[in-house]
């Protein structure tokens, strides 16, 4: 069963890029430099940050659902990051080796099934959701930190 796992658009936040310290803070971010690998996962191009980047913590509304599930968590944003991820059938480096919650949710937005998967098995997880007909879309977080990894659509 094909999948596409997309990353978030950098439309929000490119505004941002290139202010100070200082009016990031009135905007609730935080600039960081990278200064080991992993741990700086760009949720935009949906790869690590390379040591010496810099990379934005900011608040990212992963569901927008006017509904008990409507949720925002931090997430790192790449300083820079025009391209969004965007690909079928693959899952990205960023998403193996960590663990992983999977939220499955149907067309009104409402979770309908939820597992906690290792990254490097996370298709068997995506399979089983999307063998139930009623699951429209799955969103992928890590589970330690609960931050929003990338969306994943049939």
């Known amino acids: 069963m094909s999948?596409?796992?997309t990353g978030i658009s950098p439309s929000a936040y490119q505004p941002l890029y290139g202010l100070?310290?200082?009016?990031?803070?009135?905007r609730g971010?935080?600039?960081y430099v990278v200064d080991h690998k992993p741990g700086?996962?760009?949720r935009v191009e949906m790869r690590e940050g390379e040591v010496g980047e810099t990379v934005l913590l900011v608040n990212h509304f992963?569901?927008?659902?006017?509904?008990?599930?409507?949720a925002s968590h931090a997430i790192f944003v790449r300083e820079g990051a025009v391209a969004a991820y965007d690909?079928?059938?693959e899952v990205p480096e960023v998403m193996r080796g960590r663990l992983l919650s999977l939220r499955a949710f149907d067309q009104y937005d409402m979770m309908v099934d939820a597992d906690v998967t290792d990254g490097n098995h996370i298709e068997t997880?995506?399979?089983r959701f999307f063998s139930n007909p009623a699951v429209r879309y799955i969103?992928?977080?890590?589970?330690?930190r609960g931050c929003y990894s990338g969306r994943v659509d049939r």
């Not at 100070?20 to 009135?26: I, K, M, N, W």
């Not at 992963?62 to 409507?70: T, V």
């Not at 969103?139 to 330690?144: D, G, I, L, S």
Request: net charge negative; no cysteine.
């Open 40 to 42: 700086y996962p760009d």
């Open 125 to 127: 997880t995506i399979e």
């Open 62 to 70: 992963s569901q927008l659902a006017d509904n008990p599930y409507r």
């Open 3 to 5: 999948f596409r796992i």
């Open 29 to 31: 971010a935080i600039r």
């Open 20 to 26: 100070s310290d200082e009016e990031l803070a009135v």
């Open 139 to 144: 969103h992928v977080h890590n589970a330690k």
């Open 87 to 89: 690909a079928v059938d």
